[in-house]
């Protein structure tokens, strides 16, 4: 089984699964998944909930720092910045892109970018993850 099935496999009955959060690759250098804006995941207008944005660029960095600890150590957001740049309507589906630009011992800073699938960008996040050692 890919890297990619086994994180989505655990994340399946979780929060990001339940948004229907799709993995396209996972590597130490970039992390991209898609999501469809369903009615549930929105606010007033059908406009994608800056919550639900949130949710699926935290999950981003998460899988990101994931992918690049010790056998065992664990992680934790410590910081979020989130740039609301263009509403996401029901029916469009976001892609996010997140890459490292930190990768340290004890932190690690992640940058994503979420865009439509027509490349309208809609969110400019950088996270801060805290690195547990094992």
Do not use: Y
Request: aromatic share 4%.
């Amino acid at each position: 089984m890919s890297a990619i099935a086994v994180i989505q496999e655990v994340i399946k009955p979780l929060f990001p699964g339940l948004m229907g959060m799709q993995l396209m690759e996972v590597t130490p250098e970039r992390v991209i998944a898609s999501m469809e804006v369903r009615p549930d995941l929105c606010t007033v207008g059908e406009i994608l909930h800056g919550g639900a944005l949130m949710a699926f660029a935290d999950t981003l960095g998460g899988i990101a720092t994931f992918v690049n600890l010790e056998r065992g150590a664990r992680t934790t957001t410590i910081e979020s910045k989130t740039n609301f740049l263009g509403a996401m309507p029901v029916g469009t589906r976001i892609i996010g892109e997140c890459t490292p630009l930190h990768r340290g011992k004890t932190t690690m800073v992640w940058q994503t970018h979420v865009k439509s699938e027509k490349g309208k960008l809609c969110a400019v996040i950088i996270q801060t993850q805290m690195v547990l050692p094992a």
